[in-house]
């Protein structure tokens, strides 16, 4: 058996060679030691003799795979969304800092709400936006859809490991939404959405470790058309969004102004753009037609 010193003393001398960054290297060396061992990284020092259950194998196999970029999310199968732990795997991309942003400004707006709203996220890829919000609000009733079932697949298991009852997951193809049944006979007081908005051009920007493991059908959009999926969306939107309801939006950063134009030449209102905490125009926010406020000829 191995002990508590034996994981540790491995993982760091094989960590300190693929990562030239130490603090890169020890932030690493935390998560995956505890990762493996299921243990607090604090027992390195208060119980180093403990054993555990894992064996050298199963070590360097993890190390193999992380000296070939792979994100430590993939491996385990596990990633972090503000106060949850979802399972995750190479269908669905990570959920990313920015993404804990927009689904905690919606939070913030629905508390400002009345009960029995109608919220959708489009395009959820592991469920991490409306599985948050539908634990916040359970006044509430949120859907889901996706055009990848290994997606749906991976949302309904983070759903159902957190009980989640006030959710409905379905596949939906968003660019074909006039096809869907369960789209067409719904409207939304909430729609929000993190769809693709990579631009091809800019995959030379990425990183290996995205570039090589996360679907690129969640990521990338033409060059020629990078508001293709939020037009289709702000579409959806005009016919099936409430009088005064919101649509949020993570977006590209180089297409904010483009963003705010597409959703006021739809007709939306207090369109406005949020940076996100890297101080980028990262989300966009604009509300339907609120006909309470238009004057009655």
């Known amino acids: 058996m191995l002990t508590v010193f034996d994981v540790y003393n491995r993982l760091k001398s094989s960590l300190i060679e693929i990562y030239n960054d130490k603090a890169e290297s020890s932030a690493v060396l935390h998560r995956v030691f505890e990762y493996l061992t299921g243990l607090p990284f604090t027992d390195v020092t208060v119980y180093p003799e403990k054993e555990v259950d894992t064996t050298f194998e199963t070590i360097e196999n993890v190390l193999a795979r992380i000296k070939k970029s792979e994100p430590l999310e993939y491996i385990f199968n596990r990633a972090e969304f503000l106060d949850l732990e979802l399972y995750t ?148 939107a005009t016919s099936h969004l409430t009088s005064g309801g919101k649509i949020y939006f993570e977006i590209n950063e180089r297409f904010g102004n483009e963003t705010i134009q597409m959703l006021e030449k739809y007709g939306f209102t207090n369109v406005s753009v949020k940076k996100d905490l890297f101080g980028k125009d990262r989300m966009a926010v604009g509300e339907w037609r609120n006909l309470d406020l238009i004057p009655k000829s």
């Open 89 to 236: 795997e190479s269908s669905v991309l990570i959920p990313r800092p920015e993404t804990e942003e927009l689904a905690v400004m919606v939070s913030d707006y629905l508390k400002q709400r009345e009960s029995g709203l109608k919220i959708i996220d489009i395009g959820t890829g592991s469920g991490c936006i409306p599985i948050y919000l539908a634990l916040q609000h359970p006044e509430n009733k949120f859907f889901a859809c996706d055009i990848s079932d290994k997606a749906l697949t991976t949302a309904k298991k983070n759903a159902q490991k957190y009980s989640v009852k006030n959710l409905e997951i379905f596949y939906a193809d968003i660019l074909n939404y006039d096809k869907n049944e369960i789209l067409n006979n719904l409207e939304f007081d909430v729609i929000i959405s993190n769809p693709p908005y990579v631009t091809d051009s800019e995959k030379s920007l990425m990183a290996d470790n995205v570039l090589d493991y996360e679907p690129h059908t969640a990521l990338f959009v033409p060059d020629s058309n990078p508001l293709l999926f939020y037009k289709k969306i702000t579409e959806f």
